[in-house]
């Protein structure tokens, strides 16, 4: 063989050679690129949790700072001004506390009179009043239908078919599954309504929108209710007694149970640390002994993250009793 056509071979294959390793250098930095993305997100997450654990401490300081200093709580109070959005290492975070027992606690219709109260707050919203009634069906231990209600036998006949909880709701999410609740009647009550781990039907006065008053109280109408709650923001009850002596003239007083003094709080945490936006809401409860607890803390889908998934395993992302 010639020396030239063995050049040539020579050359073809450096030629090749330096392609080969080329493709690998590209697929080796692809590698790298994507693995310190994933210790970026790792990183992100991390920091998104000890962040909303420090925001969860805080909330949690100053509840017990406002028990120390007050014995009724309203919306003037420094919690329920929450703080503003504030810069933290590459990122911000922002909290915020809301009365849950300014909202009515879904757990309380197995008491007839916060039943009462639940079929108004349909109404007031303009929703079929007899939806009550299912949410009992779906809570009371027994399997008797009530009017316009749903038990398991009305479960079972849905694809797929699944049965009555007939036991306290976990989360607001599982009103998706009562029957009547869809996507619409879930938005347009979930602003008024919360859920408990008990049957308390407390409902703070101090705190109750004008929707959950009008609700409260037979025969009040929501403009008079709105009228109300803005003297009242201004002007706090200091008793359920203050409260009742303030109603207009021709109203009775709600005979379900009212505080002006409030036991568990619900606390939104939006945080945003590279590329991570969360939002997380916990119920915390105080406690008499200057102490909290927290109930839960679980993930909410960030506003505008499109409807919740309609099928009934979307409830699975609760997670009761989980630690922040
Ligand atoms: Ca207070
Ligand atoms: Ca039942």
Wanted: no cysteine.
């Amino acid at each position: 063989m010639s020396a030239r056509p063995q050049r040539g071979i020579a050359l073809v294959t450096a030629v090749m050679i330096v392609a080969i390793a080329a493709a690998i250098a590209v697929q080796i930095a692809f590698a790298h690129q994507v693995w310190f993305r994933q210790m970026e997100n790792v990183a992100d997450r991390d920091a998104t949790d000890w962040l909303r654990r420090g925001a969860l401490h805080w909330a949690s300081l100053a509840l017990l700072e406002d028990a120390a200093q007050n014995s009724t709580d309203d919306l003037g109070e420094s919690w329920a001004m929450g703080l503003p959005t504030l810069p933290v290492e590459g990122g911000t975070i922002k909290v915020s506390i809301e009365d849950a027992q300014g909202r009515f606690n879904l757990n309380s219709v197995v008491n007839p009179a916060s039943l009462q109260v639940f079929s108004s707050l349909l109404g007031v919203l303009q929703l079929n009043p007899l939806l009550a009634n299912a949410v009992l069906d779906w809570i009371d231990s027994d399997s008797v239908a009530s009017a316009g209600g749903a038990e398991d036998v009305d479960y079972l006949s849905l694809n797929p078919p699944y049965r009555a909880a007939n036991r306290p709701m976990a989360s607001v999410e599982e009103l998706r599954l009562i029957r009547g609740f869809d996507a619409k009647t879930v938005a347009a009550l979930l602003p008024y309504v919360t859920v408990l781990p008990l049957a308390t039907n407390d409902i703070n006065v101090n705190t109750a929108s004008p929707v959950v008053l009008a609700a409260l109280v037979p025969g009040l109408d929501l403009p008079t209710a709105q009228r109300i709650a803005e003297v009242r923001d201004s002007t706090p009850y200091k008793t359920v007694d203050d409260f009742k002596s303030k109603l207009p003239r021709g109203l009775t007083a709600p005979t379900v149970g009212m505080v002006v003094k409030t036991d568990f709080f619900l606390v939104t945490l939006d945080t945003s640390i590279g590329r991570h936006e969360r939002r997380s809401e916990a119920l915390l409860q105080r406690l008499s002994n200057k102490s909290t607890t927290l109930i839960w803390h679980r993930p909410q889908p960030l506003i505008g993250s499109g409807e919740p998934d309609e099928s009934p395993s979307s409830m699975g992302s609760d997670e009761p009793g989980k630690s922040p």
